[in-house]
């Protein structure tokens, strides 16, 4: 049985993380399609900006336990194989790629993966977590941009992984998820070259 789940988990970790919790609870609270307004994408910040601080939050909330739960979960299932470093950073990488490329919204880009990341990594090494949160944090705070913020902590989270849990199987898991983030910011680097991204 537990063979079974070891196997199914990463293909529950990816419909899990296609689940639009950022589509359903701006229609739960507004008549707005986040989908066609602000940046498009389901996540937490373009539900804050459209649908107000509430909405924002719970999808927050929501887009951080598609990462954390099923990697959490991978790490129960498989504390007793050699292999589970590995594992465990399949099944986070496929909670990014469904939240960014959801199932439920015909594979395009949905959402860019900084909150489902954050679940991820808030259960794989919390101290990494922490330190590119200041980073996020941070920047934001001085800038105005929640997109640099997010680039920030992105080019961050790699170097606190090794730094706090030194492991390559890990870390080269941050550093494929970080280029993911920053390929669905492709949009987001384009204006703030040419100092056209909305601030704060």
């Known amino acids: 049985m537990k063979e079974f789940f070891l196997f199914v988990l990463p293909i529950f970790s990816y419909v899990m993380g296609s689940v639009p919790f ?27 900006r459209l649908a107000g601080p509430k909405p924002g939050l719970l999808t927050l909330l929501c887009d951080l336990l598609k990462g954390a739960v099923p990697t ?4 129960l299932l498989s504390n007793d194989y050699g292999w589970q470093e590995l594992y465990v950073s399949a099944v986070a990488t496929m909670a990014v790629l469904g939240h960014m490329f959801s199932l439920f919204m015909k594979f395009r880009q949905s959402g860019k993966g900084v909150a489902t ?7 794989i090494t919390p101290f990494a977590l922490l330190i590119a949160a200041v980073a996020y944090v941070s920047v934001i705070y001085l800038s105005r941009w929640a997109s640099m913020g997010s680039l920030a902590a992105s080019t961050v989270l790699p170097l606190a992984v090794w730094f706090s849990h030194p492991s390559s199987i890990f870390t080269t898991c941050a550093v494929l998820i970080s280029i993911l983030i920053f390929y669905c910011h ?11 991204e909305p601030k704060i």
């Open 22 to 48: 950022g589509l359903i609870i701006t229609r739960k609270f507004s008549s707005i399609d986040i989908t066609a307004m602000g940046s498009g994408n389901i996540g937490a910040n373009n539900v804050r």
């Open 72 to 75: 959490g979960l991978a790490l």
């Open 117 to 123: 990341a954050a679940g991820c990594f808030l259960v």
């Open 186 to 196: 492709r949009e987001n680097i384009r204006r703030l070259i040419a100092g056209t």
